[in-house]
C-alpha cells in the first residue's frame, strides 16, 4: 500500500497543530489558575540559546503552512510573527490550519518529483517534494512542536503523551 504525498502532510498537520492548540489552551488555564499572567510563558525557553516558546509556535506554523505551499504550489499567507499572547497565538495556529485545509489533495498529490528550494540562513536547500516532505519540512516541524511542549512541561502545565499525540482521524 501507498500513501499520498497529501496524506504524509496536510493531515499530520491538521493533528499536531491541533494538538499544539489544545496545549496551549491548557497552558492559558494553568497561568490562569496560579493567578500569573499567561504571557509569561511565551518568554520560556528551555535553554538560553533557544528559541522562546512564542517563537517555537511560529516556526511550526510556517513550517506547515510554507511546505503545504511548497508542495502544492498555492500561495502561503503572510504572518506577521507579532503575537503577544497565547490567543494571538492559537489565532495564528487556526489560521494556518485554514489554508492547508484549503489546498486540494489533487494540488499535493502527484507533486513527489517537484522542485522544492528555499533560502536557510547562507545557502539555498534544494529537494524534490517528497524527500523534501519526509526528511526536512516533517522533523522540523516536529521538532518545534515537541519544544513547545517541553517548554511548557518545563513550567509545570500539567500535560502528557495523549495531550502531544492530540486526536487523529
Given at each position: 500500500m501507498t500513501i499520498s504525498l497529501y496524506d504524509a502532510s496536510v493531515p499530520v498537520y491538521r493533528q499536531m497543530l491541533g494538538s499544539l492548540s489544545?496545549?496551549?489552551?491548557?497552558?492559558?488555564?494553568?497561568a490562569q489558575t496560579r493567578g500569573f499572567d499567561a504571557a509569561v510563558l511565551l518568554g520560556a525557553r528551555l535553554y538560553p540559546d533557544m528559541f522562546p516558546l512564542a517563537q517555537q509556535v511560529r516556526i511550526a506554523t510556517d513550517s506547515a503552512r510554507l511546505a503545504t505551499s511548497r508542495l502544492s504550489g498555492v500561495a502561503a499567507p503572510k504572518f506577521e510573527d507579532d503575537e503577544k499572547t497565547i490567543d494571538e497565538l492559537r489565532a495564528r495556529i487556526a489560521a494556518t490550519l485554514a489554508?492547508?485545509?484549503g489546498v486540494p489533495r489533487g494540488a499535493i498529490d502527484g507533486?513527489?518529483?517537484r522542485e522544492v528550494s528555499?533560502?536557510?540562513?547562507?545557502?539555498?536547500?534544494n529537494f524534490k517534494a517528497q524527500p523534501y516532505l519526509l526528511h526536512w519540512a516533517l522533523p522540523n516541524f516536529f521538532f518545534h512542536v515537541t519544544t513547545a511542549?517541553?517548554?511548557?512541561?518545563?513550567?509545570g502545565v500539567e500535560?502528557?503523551?495523549r495531550d502531544y499525540l492530540g486526536k487523529f482521524e
Open positions: 489544545m496545549i496551549l489552551e491548557k497552558a492559558a488555564l494553568h489554508f492547508i485545509e507533486q513527489e518529483e528555499f533560502p536557510v540562513r547562507d545557502r539555498t536547500m511542549y517541553d517548554i511548557l512541561r518545563h513550567n500535560l502528557g503523551k
